[in-house]
């Protein structure tokens, strides 16, 4: 484990599999059909069934698809929170969380980052996988505990719903992207083998 890794350790403990499960059912509870609160959950399931898929993966390119999938998933369900819950926080009277939430997931693109360095088949790969997924863990608990309830209890009905119409722009907007750039890519490794032949 590197420095960072023990850093980041050492500033997020874990929380117990209960209190993880009481935060999701009092955030469930508060979110109402259709609202970005509901989007951030559908996406945190998400984000842990990408976590799954990785570490279940049999083989370095199944594991590398999956990773793939998992960073994409969390790319654009923290881009979309970045550019519009968090400054949402801060603008209304949480900066410390606002703060807080974006110096955890920049830590989050850095690890991130790290993995694909790694050999995938490693246990190495597997430490690092398990310390990030964690890290993640402990995000959402965050959220869901506590921070994003208390936006809901800030912030009236209309912006409530300006929140969650921008919050699901900024979401497909990336995923669009992501898949416009595989696209991209397939077409160019495509092109570049019909020239081959």
């Known amino acids: 484990m590197s420095v960072i890794d ?3 350790a050492a500033v997020t403990p874990p929380e117990s599999d209960k209190d993880r499960a009481e935060a999701r059912a009092k955030a469930t509870s ?7 609160l509901q989007m951030v959950l559908d996406h945190h399931l998400a984000i842990e069934s990408a976590f799954a898929a990785v570490k279940q993966a049999a083989d370095s390119t199944s594991r590398r698809s999956a990773q793939m999938k998992l960073a994409t998933v969390l790319n654009a369900h923290s881009l979309a929170e970045e550019l519009v819950l968090y400054p949402a926080l801060a603008l209304n009277s949480e900066k410390a969380h606002s703060t807080m939430a974006y110096t955890e997931q920049c830590a989050t693109k850095v690890q991130m980052a790290a993995l694909e360095d790694l050999e995938p088949m490693s246990q190495d790969y597997l430490d690092k996988l398990e310390h990030i997924r964690g ?3 402990h995000h959402m608990y965050e959220e869901e505990g506590n921070w994003f309830l208390d936006l809901i209890q800030k912030v009236d009905g209309p912006a409530q719903k300006k929140i969650g119409q921008r919050y699901q722009q900024e979401f497909e907007r990336y995923t669009r992207g992501a898949e416009a750039g595989k696209s991209s890519a397939t077409a160019a490794q ?6 081959s032949l």
Request: net charge positive; no cysteine.
């Open 6 to 8: 023990k850093v980041i």
């Open 30 to 36: 508060a979110a109402e059909h259709g609202s970005w």
């Open 135 to 137: 890290a993640v863990a």
């Open 190 to 195: 495509a092109s570049k083998t019909v020239g």
